[in-house]
């Protein structure tokens, strides 16, 4: 069975930094895009980053302006968001998510065919 794992959240105050991770199992963990994606109370799911199944990275805006990062390790299975600088505005579930590769990536999120079951992250100020 498919198994996905999602782990690291916290509650944490700002400024400080968490590495969220998600496992998987079940399913080629090489042959598909992973992605991100978080959800705060009252909020639409967000994109976060990604990172497909050859490396390529893709960050959203506040990725790009330096605070996340993105990795996967294929031997582990695993995927990993490291969040530095964490503001308030970042609190929410934050979710893995699998795509299979065949498909060009995408960002939206129902396009993805596999979700972890979420780990939260509350950043107070």
């Known amino acids: 069975d498919v198994q996905l794992q999602a782990s690291g959240g916290g509650s944490v105050q700002a400024g400080s930094s968490l590495r969220l991770s998600c496992a998987a199992s079940?399913?080629?963990?090489?042959?598909?895009?992973i992605g991100w994606f978080r959800q705060a109370p009252g909020k639409d799911r967000e994109w976060v980053s990604s990172?497909?199944?050859?490396?390529?990275?893709?960050l959203n805006r506040y990725s790009v302006e330096g605070r996340f990062t993105i990795s996967r390790d294929n031997a582990k299975s695993t995927v990993y968001l490291e969040m530095n600088n964490l503001k308030p505005e970042d609190t929410a579930v934050y979710y893995c998510?699998?795509?299979?590769?065949?498909?060009?990536?995408?960002?939206?999120?129902?396009?993805?065919?596999?979700w972890g079951q979420g780990t939260q992250v509350t950043v107070s100020s």
């Open positions: 079940g399913f080629t963990f090489d042959d598909y895009h």
């Open positions: 998510a699998f795509m299979s590769a065949p498909w060009r990536w995408t960002r939206i999120a129902s396009r993805y065919d596999y």
């Open positions: 990172i497909d199944d050859s490396g390529d990275i893709k």
